[in-house]
């Protein structure tokens, strides 16, 4: 799992109003060390590359994990930015992210339609324009099969990813 649930839950609790957790059927990778700090709306940034920034959000945030170890034997250097909030969004880390790397690439296992690249795509516009390419279901009615089958059949996993460079 990408972040510890007991957190998600914490926080949930603690906002007034209503909340959305979207939790995962697919077993991921534990991705950080047990102190590691969270903050609402703080995006997460792990590795420097200046090659390219995937943003990512959910189970392929590993997905995007893997291309970066595969792209890096290969010379190409990307930060993976693991947006575990997407409302409210990082616009700072948004606009670092455009200013410090050639390439803005987010990927989602949600419809690219008002998920997370439309979000990032909205602070780009205002804030810092950029270009922004956006891996994610299109426009089309959802399928049901194992959580990993369909990560490949709607070309949103690390295969895809590294196929983008």
């Known amino acids: 799992m990408t972040y510890k649930l007991g957190w998600v839950i ?19 990778p534990i991705i950080y060390e047990e102190n590691q700090k969270f903050e609402l709306g703080k995006m997460v940034q792990i590795g420097d590359g200046t090659d390219a920034s995937i943003f990512a959000t959910g189970d392929v945030v590993s997905e995007a994990l893997k291309a970066k170890e595969e792209l890096e034997k290969r010379g190409i250097n990307i930060r993976v930015i693991d947006v575990h909030t997407i409302k409210p969004i990082d616009e700072e880390m948004i606009k670092k992210c ?27 516009t205002s804030k810092y324009p950029a270009r922004l390419e956006r891996m994610g279901i299109k426009d089309t009615f959802g399928r049901s099969g194992k959580a990993e089958e369909l990560l490949h059949y709607y070309n949103i996993d690390a295969e895809e990813i590294i196929s983008k460079f």
């Open 10 to 28: 914490e926080e949930a609790y603690k906002i007034k109003g209503p909340v959305y957790v979207r939790l995962s059927r697919l077993a991921t």
């Open 98 to 124: 455009a200013k410090e790397t050639k390439r803005l690439i987010s990927i989602e296992d949600h419809s690219i339609i008002g998920g997370l690249g439309s979000a990032i795509s909205e602070v780009l």
